[in-house]
């Protein structure tokens, strides 16, 4: 049977079968193809965004999800198990480097730099392989964090002024303006919008008390949050979602206190382990979530054509 290859946002069934075609690669590779923004995005359209489907008869056999609002332009893409080696991922791949040259529609004119990056979460040996064969290499890694709880220290040892309190609906504005100055020069992170954190809130996950930030006592701006997130389909292994400091806050140990503050918040809720994404070259991060008792579980890369291949 022939398969085809359709370009548009999903229905809802599709959407549905592109997450069981996620869910039967992650039970063959031993980890997710998709990562947590493009199964949201399955629901939450966006001009910046492309689906590209796979079908063969009416089975969702493959799927890549293009995002042009990411600097660089980023793209993750999945085959299902029983349909692979069949030139299916070459099809993906080349229709994600396709549509990364179109514009962003949402993002600043003119701030795109570099080539298509495309996510290997793990990189499985079948993902190595294939990015080998097409001339990719990784660019980027982000490493996945591990340690148990509880912490043995859990007092985070808050500067005097400071508090730390639950982030309420307006809260809104200072948060954002916060994240993305904290992550400024973070690809996603720092990009993060009033729609994303409703969706966040939308979440089966969501809990109010799971942001916090920490602000001075007299009611000033925030100078950093820690947000934690417990899977309920997963309540032993509780995130360090996102912890953020104000530049000008930075290099003080606020990044340690409140990332204490959120191990401690995850033991009381009663997860036995903690886990947290870093980036590979974000040295100062790297060096604190050491410094705090993480071993590294796992590295995600980033691949872009290699250099040596143009
Ligand atoms: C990586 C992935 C997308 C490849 O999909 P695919 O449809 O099997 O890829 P193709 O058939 O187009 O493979 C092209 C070439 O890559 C190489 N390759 C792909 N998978 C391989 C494997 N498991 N072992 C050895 N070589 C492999 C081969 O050279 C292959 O050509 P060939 O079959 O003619 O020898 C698929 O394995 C997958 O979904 N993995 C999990 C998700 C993932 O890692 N995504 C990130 C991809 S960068």
Same mark, same amino acid.
């Given at each position: ?8 946002? =999903? ?31 399955? %629901? ?5 965004? @492309? ?9 969702? /056999? ?7 609002? @990411? ?10 198990? !029983? ?5 299916? &991922? ?13 514009? $962003? ?18 990189? *499985? ?7 080998? @064969?097409?001339?990719?290499?990784? *660019? ?7 340690? $148990? ?31 993305? %100055? ?13 729609? !994303? ?14 942001? %916090? ?6 009611? &000033?701006? =925030? ?21 953020? /400091? !104000?530049?000008?806050?930075? &290099? ?14 995850? $033991? ?14 974000? $040295?100062?991060? *790297? ?7 993480? !071993?590294?579980?796992?590295?995600? /890369?980033?691949?872009?054509?290699? @250099?040596?291949?143009?």
């Amino acid at each position: 049977m022939r398969p085809d290859l359709e370009i548009g946002p =999903p229905d809802d069934a599709t959407a549905t079968a592109v997450r069981t075609l996620a869910a039967a690669a992650a039970a063959a590779d031993g980890v997710p193809p998709l990562s947590e923004q493009p199964l949201l995005n399955l %629901r939450t359209d966006s001009a910046d965004l @492309t689906h590209a489907v796979v079908r063969v008869s009416d089975d969702v /056999v493959g799927y890549a999800q293009i995002d042009r609002g @990411t600097d660089p332009a980023s793209a993750e893409l999945v085959v299902h198990p !029983d349909h692979r080696r069949r030139g299916l &991922g070459t099809t993906l791949l080349r229709t994600a480097v396709r549509d990364a040259r179109l514009p $962003a529609r949402s993002g600043a004119p003119g701030r795109r730099s570099g080539p298509l990056h495309v996510w290997a979460h793990g990189y *499985v040996p079948a993902a190595q392989a294939f990015a080998a @064969t097409l001339g990719w290499e990784p *660019v980027r890694d982000l490493r996945i964090l591990e340690r $148990a709880l509880p912490p043995a220290d859990s007092d985070p040892q808050l500067p005097d002024g400071l508090r730390l309190r639950t982030a309420r609906p307006d809260d809104d504005a200072a948060w954002l303006d916060l994240n993305s %100055r904290a992550f400024a020069d973070h690809p996603e992170q720092g990009r993060t919008t009033q729609a !994303d954190l409703d969706a966040r809130r939308a979440e089966a996950w969501f809990r109010e008390d799971g942001l %916090r930030l920490l602000a001075p006592d007299d009611g &000033g701006a =925030p100078l950093g949050f820690i947000w934690t997130k417990v899977d309920p389909q997963n309540p032993s292994e509780g995130e360090i979602y996102v912890v953020g /400091v !104000d530049p000008g806050a930075q &290099g003080c140990g606020l990044g340690r206190a409140l990332t204490i503050a959120g191990l401690a918040q995850l $033991a009381e809720r009663g997860c036995t382990t903690a886990v947290l994404y870093v980036d590979g070259d974000n $040295a100062a991060a *790297v060096h604190t979530y050491a410094a705090l008792g993480f !071993d590294t579980r796992a590295t995600d /890369v980033q691949l872009a054509p290699s @250099t040596t291949r143009e």
